[in-house]
T-cell receptor
């Protein structure tokens, strides 16, 4: 069992829908990172958070340290949001533990 | 471009070939990383260099040989690879300890035939 679990693994939504991707972790981490990976392979950092909530445009990330859980929300989803979303926990110096990713497809 | 440049983007090599992957960053970062991403698996850390010194080697087979000549450049030398080594190889860089997140390159899609 992976120390960082994401759900769902795959998600298909209609344009405009509100989307939630969940991340649970079983190890101690100092921060959690949400990443976006497009089909070409490159990975872009979306958020890094250690408590509370962060918002950037239509994206919102929350984390509950006590429950070891984080969520990534996308409001008013758009086909260009289609990508793989990966959460990663910082578990030590140079050490990130990655989830397997959630593959999101937003249909027009 | 994210600030971390990887070349080549795609590579097909035979099992007896020798090739190298290159990564370059000019973000002023001190640490550089090689990750392997296989289908349906989490990213696997291969190597970490901090100020050109290797600080992590995650039990990677010797057919993968990293080189960090300076803090801006990182190479992954490949020789006698196996088909199961086919994957996306991602380079990343960060500040001192990675505590403030990484910047990733676009990856090299490697196919071993």
């Amino acid at each position: 069992k992976n120390e960082v679990e994401q759900s769902p693994q795959n998600l298909t939504a209609q344009e405009g829908e509100f989307i939630t991707i969940n991340c649970s972790y079983s190890v101690g981490i100092s921060a959690l990172h949400w990443l976006q990976q497009h089909p070409g392979g490159g990975i872009v950092s979306l958020f890094m958070l250690s408590s509370g909530k962060k918002k950037h445009g239509r994206l919102i990330a929350t984390i509950n340290i006590q429950e070891k859980h984080s969520s990534l929300h996308i409001t008013a989803s758009h086909p260009r949001d289609s990508a793989v979303y990966i959460c990663a926990g910082n578990s030590g110096t140079y050490k990130y533990i990655f989830g397997t990713g959630t593959r999101l497809k937003v249909l027009a | 471009e994210t600030g971390v440049t990887q070349t080549p983007r795609h590579l097909v090599m035979g099992m007896t070939n020798k090739k190298s992957l290159k990564c370059e960053q000019h973000l002023g970062h001190n640490a550089m990383y090689w990750y392997k991403q296989s289908a349906k698996k989490p990213l696997e850390l291969m190597f970490v260099y901090s100020l050109e010194e290797r600080v992590e080697n995650n039990s990677v087979p010797s057919r993968f040989s990293p080189e960090c000549p300076n803090s801006s450049h990182l190479f992954l030398h490949l020789h006698t690879l196996q088909p199961e080594d086919s994957a996306l190889y991602l380079c990343a860089s960060s500040g001192w300890t990675g505590d403030y997140g990484y910047t990733f390159g676009s990856g090299t899609r490697l196919t071993v035939v």
